[in-house]
T-cell receptor
Framework: DADVTQTPRNRITKTGKRIMLECSQT?????MYWYRQDPGLGLRLIYYSFDVKDINKGEISDGYSVSRQAQAKFSLSLESAIPNQTALYFC??????????FGPGTRLLVL | AQSVTQPDIHITVSEGASLELRCNYSYGATPYLFWYVQSPGQGLQLLLK??????LVQGIKGFEAEFKRSQSSFNLRKPSVHWSDAAEYFC?????????????FGAGTRLAVHP
């Protein structure tokens, strides 16, 4: 089984809809992250969490919110989706040595 | 501002040829350096990392990278490319910033392999 799983893997939604992307990990790490990937821009950090009670904004948090329900679960929400949020979204965890382990990604299309 | 540059957006090599992917960073001190690979439809997988010590590091899948402080570079190499190496490669750099060690990714280099 994969160490970091994301659901759904693909999602199409309409402008203005609220959606949630979910992430679960079995690595036992405290640190979790949400990134988005756009062609030619690499990965950009949306939010990160060092533990259940510690959540922080990344470089592009506007329009997004997160919830850390447990050590193993970290969800990303788009409160009111807009077309420029169309992207590939990755969840990751990191070990004490700060190597990051990524999920398979969620491809989101906002119409 | 800190940044990571991968100058080559696309590279095409023949199977069996050698490969070098370039990565340059801007930062005053020695950062932690990483190379990740993303195969189609997959997440990112760590190939190798450099924190300190020997500047030539070995990774998985036959890859290696060399840290050159004088050039602020961390180029990825492989002596003989296989068709399965076709993927997108990301260089990443960790910069300490207060309580969070920020990981910044380059824009990626897409590798195509000709038979």
């Amino acid at each position: 089984d994969a160490d970091v799983t994301q659901t759904p893997r693909n999602r199409i939604t309409k402008t203005g809809k609220r959606i949630m992307l979910e992430c679960s990990q079995t690595k036992g790490h405290d640190r979790m992250y949400w990134y988005r990937q756009d062609p030619g821009l690499g990965l950009r950090l949306i939010y990160y969490s060092f533990d259940v009670k510690d959540i922080n904004k990344g470089e592009i948090s506007d329009g997004y919110s997160v919830s850390r329900q447990a050590q193993a679960k970290f969800s990303l929400s788009l409160e009111s989706a807009i077309p420029n949020q169309t992207a590939l979204y990755f969840c990751a965890t990191s070990d004490p040595g700060e190597t990051q382990y990524f999920g398979p990604g969620t491809r989101l299309l906002v119409l | 501002a800190q940044s990571v540059t991968q100058p080559d957006i696309h590279i095409t090599v023949s199977e069996g040829a050698s490969l070098e992917l370039r990565c340059n960073y801007s930062y005053g001190a020695t950062p932690y350096l990483f190379w990740y690979v993303q195969s189609p439809g997959q997440g990112l997988q760590l190939l190798l990392k450099y924190f300190s010590g020997d500047t030539l590091v070995q990774g998985i899948k036959g890859f290696e990278a060399e840290f050159k402080r004088s050039q602020s570079s961390f180029n990825l190499r492989k002596p003989s490319v296989h068709w399965s190496d076709a993927a997108e490669y990301f260089c990443a750099v960790r910069y300490p910033t207060g309580g969070y060690n920020k990981l910044i990714f380059g824009a990626g280099t897409r590798l195509a392999v000709h038979p």
